[in-house]
């Protein structure tokens, strides 16, 4: 299988896989480009299908396992997992926004536990905030965009059909 972190980035990416690469451009010292690297692209997903997906993990940084994230000061929109091994030896988050992919990953290479509890929520999603907003630093604050032929409705609560005014929770 491929790694949590290519997936999401073709999520936050629209569905299109880009071959990752360390060189992006060499200039002379004129600033005359000697060499320009264009990275591979491949549409994995549609954009629809990608998108539906963001939305699904955007729910897990503001109300499920990394709902922490906005209470540690990293507000802007996100998405992302969390991971936890079942005798607690490896935790983790890859989380993303439409410009960043981070993946964090605690433990130790013996395969001992971490101890009770610590999960990815508790190891890792501390340790990717600051990351984070370090690598946001002078970037604008983007939301995820909406392809074409997404449609969104708000439910109600109680019905889990599309909200009318007389529903008691939207």
């Known amino acids: ?63 499920g396992t990394a709902s922490d994230i906005p209470g540690l000061g990293f507000t802007r ?6 991971g936890t091994t079942n005798n607690y030896s490896d935790a983790w988050f890859v989380g993303f926004t439409p410009q960043v992919v981070c993946c964090v990953w605690t433990g130790v290479d013996e395969r001992r536990s971490l101890g009770a509890g610590v999960t990815g929520s508790v190891a890792a ?25 997404i449609k969104s409705e708000k439910l109600c609560d109680e019905s889990h059909a599309i909200a009318t005014r007389w529903c008691p929770k939207v």
């Open 77 to 82: 929109p996100a998405a992302g997992k969390t």
């Open 1 to 63: 299988g491929r790694d949590a972190d290519a997936v999401l980035t073709e999520l936050a990416n629209q569905g299109i896989a880009a071959a990752p690469y360390c060189v992006e451009k060499i200039t002379d010292r004129t600033g005359r480009v000697l060499e320009q690297h264009k990275p591979e692209e491949k549409e994995v997903l549609s954009p629809q299908t990608a998108y539906l997906m963001c939305s699904l993990l955007q729910t897990v940084v503001c109300c």
């Open 125 to 149: 999603v501390p340790v990717w905030v600051p990351v984070m907003t370090a690598l946001h630093e002078g970037k604008p604050v983007r939301d995820f965009d909406v392809p074409e032929g």
